[in-house]
């Protein structure tokens, strides 16, 4: 599965403007008074401006090379952007799909993540910069079921987990992109922090047509 453009909503338009425009130096595509989006290797992240009173946060990961995450660390500090840390560590081991991968926070509180798939041939010899974010591969979903959840992607994309319990916790798709539909109730790893849900609307690749919305409509996915 691949996600070729993820659409979310923030209180922080303007800071989100300069964080990834600027900071993360991701090509602008569009930008207007409310809204902004940027090219994020073969994907697309749109920024909208939320309502007054919402303070939305998401979850959401960048694919890295396979071999970059230790320069990609040093590349996100060298701009004054913590690293989020758990039992003294910043960088943290999947074995159950081999990847590795290091958290932080953008302006609006999204739990931001750079993740090196080791089952992906994609190492390079470059230095790493912004044009090594490869795609976005990761979306948080918090959900009040999670196994209807499953059967719902399975129903139209023929999509399967691949880890976790399918009840509170179902990463959905592959290494190169995948739905993290998880119980609303069970805290984000690594910062303990509970998921909120908040309006979502993904377009990705799934080899099916067709489109579904989730949790009482908050999530639209799109599929061509």
């Known amino acids: 599965m691949r996600i070729k453009e993820l659409n979310l909503f923030t209180d922080q ?34 920024l909208q401006e939320a309502s007054d009173q919402e303070k939305p946060f998401y979850h959401v990961a960048f694919t890295i090379p396979t071999n970059k ?6 590349w996100i500090q060298a701009r004054n952007i913590s690293l989020l840390s758990k039992d003294d560590k910043d960088e943290f081991y999947f074995p159950y799909w081999d990847a590795t991968a290091s958290y932080f926070y953008d302006p609006s509180g999204n739990l931001m993540e750079f993740i090196a798939h080791h089952s992906l041939e994609n190492a390079v010899d470059d230095a790493f910069d912004s044009r090594q ?4 591969s990761e979306i948080g979903l918090p959900v009040d079921d999670v196994p209807d959840t499953i059967s719902k992607m399975k129903g139209q994309y023929h999509l399967e987990p691949f880890a976790g319990d399918g ?13 993290i539909v998880i119980d609303k109730e069970k805290p984000w790893f690594p910062d ?32 061509n």
């Open 167 to 179: 009840k509170q916790f179902a990463p959905i798709g592959d290494a190169e992109g995948m739905f």
């Open 69 to 74: 995450l230790a320069e990609a660390k040093k």
């Open 13 to 46: 338009l303007e800071a989100m403007k300069q964080f990834y425009g600027t900071l993360l130096e991701l090509a602008l595509l569009e930008e207007s008074t409310s809204s902004v989006s940027f090219r994020a290797g073969d994907s697309i992240l749109g």
């Open 192 to 223: 303990g922090r509970k998921p909120g849900v908040f309006a979502t609307k993904v377009k990705v690749e799934t080899g099916r047509t067709g489109g579904i919305q989730i949790q009482n409509d908050v999530y639209s996915i799109i599929s």
């Open 133 to 136: 974010l490869l795609c976005i």
